[in-house]
């Protein structure tokens, strides 16, 4: 598989796919904890550490869990709080506040993103002009978001977290059906709170790259820095990580998050990375131009070869540097006439042969 079988995927001005640099999203999620302030400085923070976009989480409470649905055990360790209700509702934005803050990117120049949790959090985010939409892993079953999302016409990053291999490719299947398949990056996701580093098989990034032909990302749920550029060397298109102003704050995804200087210093990693890993073009670099000369060999005169004088095997030698005839020629050499006078252990050029 090459980086033209997978395409590639265009989020306002910026191309995302294989070769191209690495998209990260910042994800603000519900680290505002429901303080419009907060969710502004997050904005700030991501911009400021170099991400191309900064994600929130569009919903309502009520609309999205049943009144005695169980959190997860990491968010009742988190939060003390026991059912998802209470804890969601503490954490919703009104479409106002959304608003506000799409407006807020636009002016500080980066890209507003937010993933829905239902056809009705969908078409507000619709209206706000979201240039790209954001599936949660939980969703990737939710045949109506999926259906309402592919028919929008947006760009579409589809988490695929806890999911069997016949859910994605179900989900992959209905959103190509409906003519999103161009539009498509999946995004490789472990749904674990926090992702032990262990867990985090990166090698899925490209297994799931050569299964479906599109680009994939990886949403990273570790405490680690450094996973990052190590996920960008594994095949991964675009990052999504948390980001908050607090780690130590109460609500549930802070405790996994960076705060906005480690959130830097992940992105200044996968920049990093992505120098290293060059543009995969073969041939002679610029910065290898100066050993090549000197450290290969070419053809030199084993002893001194009047002009005129017909070139024999015996009075030739293969030495370094390589600023003469390759060795590959060395036959081409033999029997030819010496147009000029050759010093021993000169290497012989073209120019010095008739």
């Known amino acids: 598989m090459n980086d033209a ?10 191309v995302i796919g294989a070769g191209r640099p ?7 999620g519900v680290n505002h904890d429901g303080d419009v302030r907060r969710a502004v400085a997050l904005i700030d923070a991501a911009k400021s550490a170099g991400a191309n976009a900064v994600k929130f989480q569009a919903f309502r409470a009520a609309a999205l869990v049943t009144h005695d649905a169980s959190a997860a055990t990491y968010q009742q360790r988190q939060t003390q709080v026991r059912t998802q209700r209470d804890l969601l509702s503490r954490l919703e934005l009104p479409p106002e506040a ?10 500080v120049g980066i890209e507003f993103l937010a993933t829905p949790f239902g ?4 078409a507000m ?27 929008g016409g947006r760009p579409l990053l589809i988490s695929t977290g806890a999911a069997e291999i016949e859910e994605i490719d179900a989900a992959v299947e209905l959103l190509e059906k409906a003519g999103a398949r161009d539009r ?7 749904s674990s709170y926090p992702t ?6 990166l090698r899925r990034i490209a297994a799931m ?6 680009p994939v990302g990886f949403s990273d749920h570790t405490t680690s820095i450094e996973i990052g550029g190590i996920a960008a060397a594994a095949g991964a298109v675009l990052l999504e990580k948390h980001i908050t102003l607090d780690r130590r704050q109460a609500g549930p995804d802070h405790s996994f998050s960076l705060e906005p200087e480690q959130f830097a210093e992940y992105v200044a990693g996968v920049r990093k990375v992505e120098g290293m890993l060059g543009h995969g073009r073969f041939g002679c670099l610029d910065v290898e131009r100066d050993v090549r000369r000197l450290a290969r060999p070419s053809v030199v005169a084993a002893e001194p070869i009047a002009a005129g004088q017909r070139i024999r095997r015996q009075v030739l030698a293969i030495k370094r540097p390589g600023t003469g005839i390759a060795p590959a020629d060395l036959e081409r050499v033999v029997d030819r006439i010496a147009a000029v006078d050759i010093a021993a252990d000169t290497p012989i050029g073209w120019e010095m042969l008739r």
């Open 5 to 14: 079988d997978v395409g590639t995927v265009r989020i306002g001005d910026v």
């Open 22 to 28: 690495v998209y990260v999203v910042a994800e603000a």
């Open 98 to 107: 959304f608003a506000a803050l799409a407006r807020l990117c636009g002016d």
């Open 119 to 122: 056809t009705d959090d969908l």
């Open 125 to 151: 985010l619709m209206r706000l002009g979201v240039r790209a939409i954001k599936i949660a892993s939980s969703d990737i079953t939710n045949v109506p978001l999926l259906t309402a999302a592919a028919a």
């Open 184 to 190: 498509l990056v999946l995004l490789h996701c472990v």
């Open 196 to 201: 032990r580093e262990s867990d985090a098989n």
């Open 209 to 214: 790259a050569a299964r479906y032909r599109r």
